[in-house]
């Protein structure tokens, strides 16, 4: 069977598994011109970078979707100033999502987290129900999404900036159902 991928049309990247383990899968979002593409295990060339995203933002909006992971703009180096990068995850149906931060967190403190942020809600939208929104020189709590979807942005003011973090996801079959 091929399948032509349009514009703006999702790319489906799959590791089949057995029993519970996590899927990796990975939804990512084409731009650019048409390509045909025949379904199989085996994983392709990076999606092509969408020209809405600013550079200073990929490494955030794309990450490393081979191992699944997504880090602050410019990572391991300081993150970029007056940054404002938006993504989400999207775990296949029956699954939910799970986020750890596990080599560094390094987010300019501030009360309420004002001037250099990461925030997650739990959904695919802006006005999702927030789980947190994080700045600190420590590890946010494991975040587990109470669905399929989570939305995240990371966003940088004009002044300090510090190294910023590496996050990792993961999809875990949903028991609750």
């Known amino acids: 069977m091929t399948k032509r991928v349009n514009k703006s049309m999702d790319l489906i990247i799959k ?8 899927v990796k899968e990975r939804w990512m979002t084409l731009a650019g011109s048409t390509c045909d593409s025949t ?5 392709g060339p990076p999606p092509m970078i969408n020209d809405e995203i600013h550079p200073s933002c990929w490494n955030f909006t794309y990450g490393n979707w081979r191992i699944q992971e997504f880090y602050s ?7 970029a100033t007056d940054v404002d990068c938006v993504q989400y995850l999207q775990a296949p149906p029956g699954f939910k999502i799970q ?26 939208f802006a006005y999702s129900p927030l789980i947190g ?13 109470t ?9 940088s003011d004009d002044v300090l900036q510090y190294t910023g973090f590496k996050a990792v996801y993961s999809y875990h079959k949903d028991n609750s159902k």
Do not use: M
């Not at 379904?39 to 994983?43: A, D, F, R």
């Open 99 to 124: 986020l750890h931060f596990d080599s560094i967190f390094a987010v300019e403190k501030s009360h309420e987290c004002q001037f250099d942020y990461l925030e997650i809600r739990d959904g695919p």
């Open 73 to 79: 703009p410019n990572f391991p180096g300081e993150y």
């Open 15 to 22: 590791n089949e598994t057995q029993n519970d383990e996590p």
């Open 147 to 155: 669905g399929r979807y989570l939305w995240l942005r990371f966003k």
């Open 39 to 43: 379904p199989s295990l085996s994983i």
């Open 133 to 145: 929104r994080y700045c600190s020189l420590e590890f946010p709590p494991l975040v587990t999404s």
